[in-house]
């Protein structure tokens, strides 16, 4: 698989009630950009439309879940403590997983992982 960008996952977890974010790594990714036109005239942000497809060419991200955070980061610059995802999302320009699959089988050049993100 070739790559295209680098980027950063950063990890949602639970503590005492509250969101804690932290970074989950920095990886080599395939990214694909699909941008969304608003037809409907509901008021949605253009933002809200757009879709992200990342492949990993690593089989080992089983941790990244559905609300986690996905951030390009082709420059691999540090990636601060945040508290809520609006502010990743205002800041790092993240955008919150929706879908994570990992394709294990076959050839170990074929396994990968599949993140959707919007």
């Not at 080992?60 to 403590?81: F, G, Y």
């Not at 089988?105 to 992982?113: L, R």
């Amino acid at each position: 698989m070739l790559t295209n960008a680098k980027v950063t996952i950063v990890k949602k977890k639970i503590v005492n009630r509250e969101n804690v974010y932290a970074v989950l790594g920095n990886y080599p990714c395939h990214w694909e950009e699909t941008r969304g036109i608003n037809t409907n005239r509901t008021g949605r942000n253009r933002d809200d439309i757009d879709k992200i497809t990342c492949f990993i060419p690593e089989k080992l991200l089983r941790e990244v879940d559905v609300e986690d955070l996905l951030i390009r980061n082709d420059n691999e610059r540090e990636i601060e403590q945040l508290k809520t995802a609006k502010e990743y999302a205002i800041k790092y320009k993240a955008k919150i997983v929706t879908v994570s699959d990992v394709y294990d089988f076959g050839s170990k050049k074929m396994q990968h992982t599949r993140i959707g993100a919007n």
